[in-house]
């Protein structure tokens, strides 16, 4: 067969396949191959590959170290790598997305947002007075007060500020990573149920990474399941899943009325497990492995018995 009649796509085909002149306008994120490594490390991303369609309320699901803040940020442009990754259009690299909002915990350790400033002019400062009507629906919903002064609140107050300020402008895509962490639970609910009613009404998206499932239950409308940097499925499973969905751990298989702390506990056991069978696969001098090394003595062992300062 002449070369250019192959039925096998070339790897520029199926990038030409995913990344099409007129692509689908209703996809929110489109992600193709994405390979990403820190300096000096491994990959934190290997061969990821993501499609959500707008209005999905996805709930990332991985272990420590998976990759879930590396995608987001890389999602949101805080990271820049050339591989294809489109938000709402637009090749990140490239051009930044209108209409797209990261919020992420490093946020509070800014000094900056832990000045002696008051939350009104704080809010004022980064166009609260803008989007006045959005802004005081938060301020009630996260029960905000602008007389705060954010060098004197809480770490979930000084949280609270932080959402009212990066949900007030309309978002179409919403990447959440751990915001809700140090929230009280009541105003962690009433979070959710305007995000939840902001995607059903205006069809906005959220991606949201959490290793907190208490009360989400009815949230997200699908699920995405990351492993040492890949999605274990493309495009995002439907929650809750089918049980004849192969995504579905094989201990979950016929029970009835599981939850998400019982999927991603199947889900990260799994992980694990997988993990270990392929450090265990590696012999000779690449050979690593976490936790408990026997009959090894290391160097600082050596030298704090020797210098023992500890009494
Ligand atoms: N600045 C960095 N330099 C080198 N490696 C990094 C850096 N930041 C993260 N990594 C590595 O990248 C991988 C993915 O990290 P990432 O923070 O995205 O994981 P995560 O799924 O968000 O984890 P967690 O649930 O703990 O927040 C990890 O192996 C981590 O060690």
Known sequence: MHRFESSTPTPSQRAAADFPLFPDPHLAIRVHDLTFSF??????????????????????????????????????????????????????????????????????????????ILVSAFLDSVGGWRHKARRDRL??????????????????????????????????????????????????HHLLGFLKEESELRGATVLYATHIFDGLTTFPTHIA????????????????????????????????????????????????ERRRGDEAAVVGREAHKRGARKEETTDSEVFYKKYDYSH
């Not at 993501?50 to 999602?75: D, W």
């Not at 499925?233 to 939850?259: D, K, N, Q």
Request: charged share 20%; aromatic share 6%; glycine share 8%.
């Open 225 to 272: 399941h990351l492993h040492l940097g890949s999605l274990t499925t493309t495009e995002p499973i439907p929650w809750p899943i089918a049980p004849s969905h192969p995504g579905l751990p094989a201990s979950l298989r016929g029970t009835v009325g599981y939850g998400l702390w019982d999927l991603a506990l199947a889900w990260l056991e799994e992980d694990r």
């Open 39 to 116: 300096p000096h490390a491994p990959p934190a991303l290997t061969h990821l590959s993501l499609k959500v369609t707008k209005g999905q309320r996805i709930l990332l699901i991985g272990a420590n170290g998976a990759g879930k803040s590396t995608l987001l940020q890389l999602l949101a442009g805080k990271r820049l790598t050339k591989a294809h990754i489109v938000v709402l259009g637009k090749d990140v690299f490239h051009q930044s997305s209108i209409g797209v909002t990261f919020l992420g915990t490093e946020w509070a350790s800014n000094p900056v947002v832990r000045s002696d």
């Open 139 to 188: 301020l009630d919903l996260l029960d905000v007060d602008l007389d705060w002064h954010m060098h004197a609140i809480s770490d979930g107050e000084r949280r609270r500020v932080q959402l009212c300020m990066g949900l007030m402008a309309p978002w179409d895509v919403l990447l959440l990573d751990e915001v809700t962490v140090d929230l009280d639970v009541l105003v962690r």
